[in-house]
């Protein structure tokens, strides 16, 4: 009998409350205005603003989301499932607390405003508000702004659609690829991509950033004639033998499709 066996499969949905949040932080400070390319530590900075919100996401997306190790991702296909009940009363009530929070800090910064400047105390609630926001505004514009200029995040549900009926055979969409350690989202690839090339599915993504575009290709993806922002990853296509073992980022990709 032969030792050796085939590794785990990754798991079906966001798991328990802690995988749930701990996916959501992941995609908290990855995809921030503070992460736009190599990674930093600097995308923590802005994390707890935005990771109540994307709680709600993981919640959301919870029957489409595939994990292993510290990795994970979304698939979304022809049906999107419902959302995680638990995980989304969570989501809820952090984001209540965050909320909390925010009133409390905005309205002690505004009374040490308004007693060190002079200024009325509408001004420096109003000030204080905005300054406490700010993470969120921003970072809030930016993705909207990203879907406006680039027509790849808008039309990739379409593609996929456009790209099923060509080929018969199911296609599903890449989000929220990211991981903790070096060499768990290779792990995650590689073990889905077996899942892909027996089911005869194709996958359809948009990079982050331009530097990523080699690091799929490794993988076994192709480019769109184009342009870069659109990538497919078809059964049967050769990973690279150069792939490495170890990522080079924690983010992967992120589309704003879910």
Excluded: C
């Amino acid at each position: 009998m032969s030792s050796t066996h085939d590794p785990d499969p990754p798991a079906t949905g966001a798991g328990s409350l802690t995988h749930a949040a701990r996916i959501a932080w992941q995609r908290a400070r990855s995809f921030n205005f503070l992460q736009p390319g190599a990674p930093t530590r600097a995308g923590a900075l802005i994390a707890p603003w935005l990771w109540p919100i994307e709680l709600f996401g993981v919640a959301r997306e919870a029957p489409r989301i595939r994990r292993l190790g510290g990795a994970s991702m979304t698939l979304t296909g022809a049906t999107r499932g419902r959302a995680d009940p638990v995980i989304l009363v969570a989501a809820a009530a952090a984001y209540l607390v965050f909320m909390v929070v925010l009133i409390v800090a905005g309205s002690a910064a505004a009374i040490a405003l308004a007693r060190f400047t002079g200024i009325g105390v509408v001004a420096a609630t109003v000030l204080a508000l905005v300054a406490l926001l700010a993470p969120l505004l921003t970072e809030a514009t930016r993705r909207v702004a990203h879907v406006l200029r680039h027509p790849e995040n808008r039309t990739i549900a379409r593609e996929r659609r456009k790209l099923a009926q060509i080929t018969g055979r199911p296609v599903v969409i890449m989000t929220a690829f990211v991981r903790t350690h070096a060499g768990e989202g290779a792990a995650l690839l590689a073990a889905l991509r077996r899942e892909w090339d027996q089911g005869q599915i194709t996958v359809i993504l948009n990079p982050a950033n331009e530097e990523l575009v080699d690091y799929y290709l490794r993988h076994g993806a192709v480019l769109d004639a184009a342009t870069w922002r659109r990538l497919t990853i078809p059964p049967g296509q050769v990973a690279w033998s150069a792939a490495p073992a170890a990522d080079q980022n924690p983010s992967i990709s992120r589309n704003l499709v879910n």
